[in-house]
């Protein structure tokens, strides 16, 4: 990968939305210095809470948008009014689809795949993707999640070598969604770049290979799942611990950043664990209880877990 060029490399992105008439007439920035790389063969994403900046970051990554500072290479050129050529290597799949309306879907697909060189087999990502299910059903009749496969397939019948993705899993149910993680999968494997947006942890944990964490449109961390969720040296693997004793307890009192839920009946879990001496004040509790637990397990901290240090982090900086 590192002797490769990178398929995408934005650097200290700037974008001014406006003139906004509540701000008297004045623009507003919600980009103030994005950076980020995607290579291909990975799945690169932006995770952040909503109007973070993700959908105008992948704007201006597929040219859709003029930047107003930084600069934003896809696959070696300035996507902004970039070449036909350019365009017919990158797939784009829009948060709300941008699909016509009044057409079908197998007829819009055959004719996006036959704008490009060398189409995508369309009929088997028809097939993969369930949409002969709802193929005599115009696009304005579809469903969220019905359109959202659509859009995939659209965006990828041209055989891009990148794609973006907003929100791809927006409205799937769980059968759907697996379908589409499955496919970005394999799509991956295939080599290619995939440049996704979400505000689900889950989703970014179980495709992501690099994440970028965005917040008020700036970058606030950035990693491998496995980066992000790692401990420091002196600090416990563990976020939670989760554990069941039969005998009744009096709750302990405990420092502030500890919390200990009985989330049932003798089912307990101790949220917030991060040092060998905040285990101590678990295990002291149970040797002043006179309590030995049932069972005990210990959870590694999730990308959640991180995105809520962050922003917590972020609420005291204001
Ligand atoms: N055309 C526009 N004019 C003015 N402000 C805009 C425009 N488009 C987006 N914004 C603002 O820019 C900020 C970033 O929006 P953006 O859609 O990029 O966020 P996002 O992270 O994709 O959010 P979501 O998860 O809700 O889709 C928001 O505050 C939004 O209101």
Redesign the pocket.
Known sequence: MSNVSPSLVIEDLLKD??P?PALDGRM?R?LHGISLTAHAGTVTTLL??????????LGCAQGLLKTNGGSVRLLGEDPFGASPALRSRVGVML?DGGLPPSLRPIPLLEHVASMYERPADINSLIERLGINEFSTTSIRRLSGGQKQRVALAAALAGNPEVIFLD?PSAGLDPQSRQVVFDLIGELREAGLCIVL?T?LMEDAQRLSDYVYI?DD?RNVAQGTVAELTAHAANESPAQAVTFSATAAMALPVLPEHLQLIESKPGHYRFDGVRSAADLAALTGWWSSEGILPNSLTMQPRTLEDVFLEIADKGNHAN
Do not use: D, L
């Open positions: 939305f406006g906004v507003v919600v952040g809470s909503n109007g973070a900046g993700k959908s105008t970051t948060q929100e947006t505000h965005i449109g």
